[in-house]
């Protein structure tokens, strides 16, 4: 399996531009996580899913914030308009269904940059 | 906060000794793991120690929970240079909600 794969790797936007992240998780996995991480605030849960439907979201900072998975192998995360602040390494991970105890498996990230 | 906080933040030691990093929480969880994340790159899996278990061991890793302390460890023994990365603790209570905690980054020295 290629594992999670994450696009772009990186992206260098201006501020008040639209991002579009993207995600495909590992085939059969149930569960999508979209992560941020800043020196700042660390790794931080923005929402995840279970078979496509959200089921937390309450780590969204803002309704500039959305995410979406249309179907089991592809996911996104808009920011729009976005915002220097929102400058950050953006993770998508996924982990298969069977339990509490399953791993994470993590994709290589988005490094985004808002001038 | 569910989450953990790891200490050291920062662990230089050499090549060949033994690395120690702490986790600490402040609510019940069910299970904890710790991953590795070398610079640039997403987090790996290390190992999972469920709530009922106290000690794991998985090659030259080791871990400890207590749970009357809130608090684990993730043992490294004969450290390597390829060992250096940061390292997270990522607690559930019960949810596939993990919450990670702020790292500790090893540097390990050839």
């Known amino acids: 399996d290629a594992g999670v794969i994450q696009s772009p790797r990186h992206e260098v936007t201006e501020m008040g531009q639209e991002v579009t992240l993207r995600c495909k998780p590992i085939?059969?996995?149930?569960?999508l996580f979209w992560y941020r991480q800043t020196m700042m605030r660390g790794l931080e849960l923005l929402i995840y899913?279970?078979?496509?439907?959200?089921?937390?979201d309450s780590g969204m900072p803002e309704d500039r914030f959305s995410a979406k998975m249309p179907n089991a192998s592809f996911s996104t995360l808009k920011i729009q308009p976005s915002e220097p602040r929102d400058s950050a390494v953006y993770f998508c991970?996924?982990?298969?269904?069977?339990?509490?105890?399953?791993?994470?498996?993590f994709g290589p990230g988005t490094r985004l940059t808002v001038l | 906060s569910q989450q953990g906080e790891e200490d050291p933040q920062a662990l230089s030691i050499q090549e060949g000794e033994n690395a120690t990093m702490n986790c600490s929480y402040k609510?019940?969880?069910?299970?904890l793991q710790w991953y590795r994340q070398n610079s640039g790159r997403g987090l790996v899996h290390l190992i999972l120690?469920?709530?009922?278990?106290r000690e794991k061991h998985s090659g030259r890793l080791r871990v400890t929970l207590d749970t009357s302390k809130k608090s684990s460890s993730l043992l490294i023994t004969a450290s390597r240079a390829a060992d250096t990365a940061s390292y997270f603790c990522?607690?559930?209570?019960?949810?596939?909600?993990?919450?990670f905690g702020t790292g500790t980054r090893l540097k390990v020295l050839a």
């Open positions: 120690i469920r709530s009922n278990e």
């Open positions: 991970a996924s982990s298969a269904a069977g339990g509490t105890y399953n791993e994470q498996f």
């Open positions: 899913f279970n078979n496509n439907v959200p089921i937390d």
């Open positions: 085939s059969g996995h149930d569960y």
């Open positions: 609510t019940s969880i069910n299970n």
């Open positions: 990522a607690l559930t209570s019960g949810t596939y909600k993990y919450i």
